[in-house]
């Protein structure tokens, strides 16, 4: 059948418009947007993702939204106008177990400890008793109660009891114990990092609590989060924001170079960044994410028995999906 010029530019206008649409759907779908806080510590790897295009190598658009504060990206996350935010599991069980569907892929095992200053006659934490101690995140951060039930369970000790305890923001925390004014202070692992390059050292980690209170290996504090029901609307898009985003730590593992590129984000050099560079590394996870899971239930049991209701809610266990399983493919 012949077809005539006139016909063959309309067919092929149309096949232009349908692939063009085509690229359009594709290219919107594949939008990741994440919700950070502005001077975090997540910046460093996305800002090493799209230094090096990992997110375009992987399908996505990763659009970089940023925020003042934590509770702001959540509610972003939670009203959808934002597809992943960082935050702590403890969180997303609470948020499933009231009926929402959030989920978590680990993002950093990388904790707070306890600081002192290297002379410090303080060597255990049942040194502790009767000190002043700085604490950051406030009463129910999941570093300060860890340590709380290890105290418990090997010295006997209600350290909020036995000792003079100072909340504050984590900044205000480290410039405190510099000054002298605080024994000890338990602080975000990146202020720990800063001040370990400064003269003080590690009393205790949570990582190590975790450790003597059950934990099989290292937990991640942080996960990436989104809801169960866009990364199943989306499974090329999740997928292909975390193989980016192991893209980017494998590269922060092996390279000094991107830590010295980095260094004007991090506000750090010398012996600072390089303490920085090797804790980040330390937290790179690297289990398989059912021990992960496994054994965030069995801490989760902990911070419930010392932190009650107002950390956890009305849930006595952690909530089944609080860990995203990727399905196969």
């Known amino acids: 059948m012949m077809i005539s010029r006139r016909e063959t530019l309309r067919l092929a206008a149309l096949g232009t418009a349908?692939?063009?649409?085509?690229?359009?759907?594709?290219?919107?779908?594949?939008?990741?947007?994440?919700?950070?806080l502005k001077f975090g510590t997540v910046s460093w790897e996305l800002d090493t993702l799209k230094q090096h295009s990992f997110d375009a190598a992987n399908g996505i658009d990763l659009d970089v939204v940023n925020f003042a504060g934590e509770d702001a990206t959540n509610v972003a996350m939670l009203a959808g106008a934002i597809d992943?935010?960082?935050?702590?599991?403890?969180?997303?069980?609470?948020?499933r177990s009231e009926g929402g569907d959030v989920t978590l892929a680990p993002y950093s095992t990388s904790v707070g400890a306890i600081m002192v200053e290297d002379a410090s006659p303080i060597r255990t934490i049942a040194d502790l008793k009767g000190k002043k101690i700085g604490v950051a995140g406030g009463a129910l951060d999941k570093s300060w109660l860890l340590i709380q039930a290890l105290a418990r369970r090997d010295h006997g000790l209600d350290l909020p009891a036995v000792t003079d305890v100072v909340f504050g923001a984590p900044p205000l925390i480290s410039q405190k114990a510099i000054q002298g004014e605080l024994d000890a202070a338990l602080n975000f692992w990146h202020f720990c990092a800063r001040l370990e390059a400064g003269g003080?050292?590690?009393?205790?980690g949570a990582d190590g609590a975790q450790i003597a209170l059950g934990a099989s290996g290292p937990v991640s504090a942080l996960g990436y989060v989104f809801h169960d029901k866009w990364a199943n609307e989306n499974p090329r898009a999740a997928r292909?924001?975390?193989k980016a985003s192991a893209q980017a730590k494998d590269l922060l593992a092996r390279s000094d170079e991107e830590w010295?590129?980095?260094a004007p984000v991090i506000r750090a050099d010398g012996k600072e960044l390089a303490k920085l560079r090797d804790?980040?590394?330390?937290?790179?996870?690297?289990?398989p994410v059912a021990e992960e899971a496994a054994d965030a239930g069995k801490l989760y049991r902990v911070l419930a028995a010392i932190g009650g209701e107002k950390l956890v809610g009305s849930a006595p266990e952690m909530a089944p999906g609080t860990f995203w399983r990727e399905p196969p493919q």
């Open 260 to 262: 010295l590129r980095l």
């Open 200 to 204: 003080f050292r590690r009393l205790i």
């Open 279 to 287: 804790r980040y590394r330390e937290g790179i996870p690297r289990r």
């Open 84 to 95: 992943i935010i960082v935050t702590d599991w403890l969180w997303v069980s609470r948020q």
């Open 240 to 242: 292909g924001f975390l």
């Open 18 to 36: 349908a692939v063009l649409g085509a690229q359009s759907i594709a290219a919107a779908a594949s939008k990741v947007r994440i919700g950070v």
